[in-house]
T-cell receptor, first 110, second 113 residues
Framework: QQQVKQSPQSLIVQKGGISIINCAYE??????FPWYQQFPGKGPALLIA?????SEKKEGRFTISFNKSAKQFSLHIMDSQPGDSATYFC?????????FGSGTKLNVKP | DGGITQSPKYLFRKEGQNVTLSCEQN?????MYWYRQDPGQGLRLIYY???????QKGDIAEGYSVSREKKESFPLTVTSAQKNPTAFYLC????????????FGPGTRLTVT
């Protein structure tokens, strides 16, 4: 079964809006939660990551919110731009193994 | 430049042929991984290796084989036993020891006809 559940599957946002992607997990052994951005035909690139002892991490327009008790974390993209249009994957690490969400295809309309 | 290289970018094979995908990293990472990605789908783990001369099956290992004879190299062979081999294959690495994030290569798109 999927260890990390991601929603929504696709998302359309107007330029300047906020994009929000959610992930949930069950395994409390996960100790690191990265987000990846993937453009068509390319490998995923690390965007931002958080550890479970931190509730929020911000890097530029990208913010991860982490709720340890609810076992949920989310990616917020502020002031979304057409160049942000890509597929986003959340992930969770248990020692050397990574578990990925199913991906969210984001389309930012100009 | 440190990173992960995969070659070739595009690969075409006839059904029934084995094919080997190359993955090399110069990040001095202990752990390496192979994932398969189908159109509009997430990443599925094929094999991973935490150290030289050792590797474990992932979720979809059937029809695939790997070797890890050198720290920097982790080639993947797609055998004729793989029923539906056409996909985008991604190699990744990680420092190991439960540290750090995973870094991905640019991928190889394999088409089998």
């Amino acid at each position: 079964q999927q260890q990390v559940k991601q929603s929504p599957q696709s998302l359309i946002v107007q330029k300047g809006g906020i994009s929000i992607i959610n992930c949930a997990y069950e395994n409390t052994a996960f100790d690191y939660f990265p987000w990846y951005q993937q453009f068509p035909g390319k490998g995923p690139a690390l965007l931002i990551a958080i550890r479970p002892d931190v509730s929020e991490k911000k890097e530029g327009r990208f913010t991860i919110s982490f709720n340890k008790s609810a076992k949920q974390f989310s990616l917020h993209i502020m002031d979304s731009q057409p160049g942000d249009s890509a597929t986003y994957f959340c992930a969770a690490r248990n020692f050397n193994k990574f578990y990925f969400g199913s991906g969210t295809k984001l389309n930012v309309k100009p | 430049d440190g990173g992960i290289t995969q070659s070739p970018k595009y690969l075409f094979r006839k059904e029934g042929q084995n094919v080997t995908l190359s993955c090399e990293q110069n990040l001095n990472h202990d752990a390496m991984y192979w994932y398969r990605q189908d159109p509009g789908q997430g990443l599925r783990l094929i094999y991973y290796s935490q150290i030289v001369n050792d590797f474990q099956k992932g979720d979809i290992a059937e029809g695939y084989s790997v070797s890890r004879e050198k720290k920097e190299s982790f080639p993947l062979t797609v055998t004729s036993a793989q029923k539906n081999p056409t996909a985008f294959y991604l190699c990744a690495s990680n420092p190991g020891q439960g540290l750090g994030e995973q870094y991905f290569g640019p991928g190889t798109r394999l088409t089998v006809t």
